[in-house]
């Protein structure tokens, strides 16, 4: 099992950064992918971004342009820039892992806020 914790949320102006953390320990060794989603109150999970084990990355086109997934190996860590945020960017946001032949591994989430 993988262990998933993020961090890096908080509250932000329109137009600003964020810089969103996800570092996993655990069973790491076999993971294919990573990837980030989104929550916002009353909504379903939407899926934002995902980086693979070869580096190859998929965007939501909500946020396509704006955010960039990376993965740090050494560290065991994904991340997700955030720039030019807008108010609807307001949510939770989870990390998620895959591995194959298990089911996702996600952790507890960070709140991002953008205030108008």
């Known amino acids: 099992q993988v262990q998933l914790v993020e961090s890096g949320g908080g509250l932000v102006q329109a137009g600003g950064s964020l810089r969103l953390s996800c570092a996993a320990s655990?069973?790491?060794?076999?993971?294919?992918?990573w990837g980030w989603y989104r929550q916002a109150p009353g909504k379903q999970r939407d899926w934002v971004a995902t980086i693979n084990s070869g580096g190859g990355t998929k965007y939501a086109d909500s946020v396509k342009g704006r955010f960039t997934i990376s993965r740090d190996n050494a560290r065991n860590t994904v991340y997700l820039q955030m720039n030019s945020l807008k108010p609807e960017d307001t949510a939770v946001y989870y990390c998620?892992?895959?591995?194959?032949?298990?089911?996702?591994?996600w952790g507890q989430g960070t709140q991002v806020t953008v205030s108008s």
């Open positions: 655990g069973s790491i060794f076999s993971i294919d992918r």
């Open positions: 998620q892992t895959y591995q194959p032949g298990r089911p996702p591994s």
